[in-house]
């Protein structure tokens, strides 16, 4: 590597640095979070009586349907506000 090019890489590192503790930790905490209770979901629900399918389809479906959920509640452009309820 040579020394411009890791100067580059510094600044880039530098840049990124005051985003750590408001954008990459929470959303790492996040992503633990769903990961560990993916398998209390699909482990509890045959025991509040659905069927395996079902916990399986509940677990599969929960990333898409926050996904669509966030979606919903963007600003559709900039400078209008995002729908409250």
Do not use: C, N
């Not at 560990?36 to 990333?63: E, F, I, N, Q, R």
């Amino acid at each position: 590597m040579t020394a411009s090019r890791q100067d580059e890489t510094s600044v880039e590192i530098a840049a990124l640095r005051p985003l750590l503790f408001t954008v990459y930790v929470p959303a790492a905490a996040y992503g633990i979070g769903m990961g560990a209770a993916a398998p209390v979901m699909a482990l509890t629900a045959p025991d509040l009586g659905a069927s395996s399918a079902v916990a399986g389809l509940t677990v599969a479906l929960v990333g898409p349907g926050q996904a669509q959920w966030g979606s919903a509640h963007r600003p559709r452009k900039l400078g209008r506000s995002a729908p409250v309820h």
